[in-house]
């Protein structure tokens, strides 16, 4: 079955410095892989995906993951933070047989110091 | 934003009650998925509406039911609520239910269960 794996829970990084949330994800097929973010009292919202075109995937608000086969990761990163990324962000893949389920991983939070 | 609108955005209930949570899908959307997010947790699939019948169901109990009208709105119903119904509800709508689509989540209805 499908699955992904935040390694870690929470990230702290110092504004305008480089960002990097960690995804693995378990997949018997190629497979579709998001991210989405959730910033407070607000939805989700995607960043990017990825689905089997190119291995770099760029999102929005200068947000971009690569997909690794090989290391079966899809981490994302940004080169500098900004105060208003401070919010959830979780990595997701759909279901290779369910495909209109979405399976999310636990969320990384990430705070933003000025 | 998303068009994907929810309602109530706030609920307290009782144990026993039942309770009735609504969605707007985005305009020309056809495809209306739920999802439950307990605090600390990423959302869970609950069930997918496309075109009025239920189109794939996630590990929930019958207790939790849903219907989607002409218009492509939703509404989520949970029976005999127990404590761990305590979450947040998020609904996301798509064009289309192959998996191919891009979900667009609604701000969810936080619901309490005392």
């Known amino acids: 079955a499908q699955s992904v794996t935040q390694l870690d829970s929470h990230v702290s990084v110092s504004e305008g410095t480089p960002v990097l949330l960690r995804c693995n994800y378990s997949?018997?097929?190629?497979?579709?892989l998001f991210w989405y973010v959730q910033h407070p009292n607000k939805g989700l919202q995607l960043l990017l995906k990825?689905?089997?075109?190119?291995?770099l995937v760029k999102g929005i608000n200068g947000f971009e993951a690569e997909f690794k086969k090989s290391e079966t990761s899809f981490h994302l990163t940004k080169p500098s933070a900004h105060m208003s990324d401070a919010a959830e962000y979780f990595c997701?893949?759909?279901?290779?047989?369910?495909?209109?389920?979405?399976?999310f991983g636990a969320g990384t939070i990430l705070r933003v110091k000025s | 934003e998303t068009g994907v609108t929810q309602s109530p955005t706030h609920l307290i209930k009782t144990r026993g009650q039942q309770v009735t949570l609504r969605c707007s899908s985005q305009?020309?959307?056809?495809?209306v998925s739920w999802y439950q997010q307990a605090l600390g947790q990423g959302p869970q699939f609950i069930f997918q509406?496309?075109?009025?019948?239920?189109?794939g169901r996630g590990n929930f109990p019958p207790r939790f039911s849903g219907l989607q009208f002409p218009n492509y709105s939703s509404e989520l119903n949970v029976n005999a609520l127990e404590l761990d119904d305590s979450a947040l509800y998020l609904c996301?709508?798509?064009?289309?239910?192959?998996?191919?689509?891009?979900?667009?989540f609604g701000p969810g209805t936080r619901l309490l269960v005392l």
């Open positions: 996301a709508s798509s064009l289309g239910s192959s998996g191919g689509e891009t979900q667009y």
């Open positions: 997949s018997s097929y190629s497979p579709s």
């Open positions: 990825y689905t089997s075109a190119a291995t």
């Open positions: 997701v893949v759909r279901h290779q047989i369910y495909g209109n389920k979405l399976v």
């Open positions: 305009s020309g959307h056809n495809t």
């Open positions: 509406y496309y075109r009025e019948e239920e189109n």
